[in-house]
């Protein structure tokens, strides 16, 4: 499982197969015969960026953005966490564990990779959700 974070207001486009021209919410999309398509189009595509990680990692960087809760769904507020993400190099090191095994590093859990990459883009989330004045929904 993993969990998403995203904007409410991110609308959802289904563009059309090149070939048939029908979407996957079109009730007739299983008449194309293209492989690749299969009759349902490209995937859906969302307006507004997102982020999908791994529940054991998306628990990990809550705990990094402050937030330490069971559920894994909710809202966070943008300029909160634009804050947190600030200040993030500074907690990582706690979240962020290689182990070692017969002169291997084996790495359990977020690599300091990983972790940039989930901060530089729910940062792009968190900038787009202050000026459209919503909170990011997760979950």
Known sequence: MSVTFYLESGEVCYPPCPDCGKTARDPNYTDCERPDCLGYGPDAIRSTPELNIANDNARAFLRLLGVD???????????????????????????????????????????????????????????????????IQYG
């Open 69 to 135: 809760k069971r559920e894994l769904w909710g809202e966070l507020d943008p300029a909160e966490v634009k804050r947190e993400l600030a200040t993030l190099a500074y907690r990582a090191p706690s979240e962020v564990r290689p182990t070692v095994q017969d002169q291997n590093v084996i790495t359990c859990g977020l690599t300091e990779d990983q972790l940039g990459r989930y901060a530089a883009r729910l940062f792009k989330i968190a900038t787009l959700a202050e000026r459209r004045r919503e909170p």
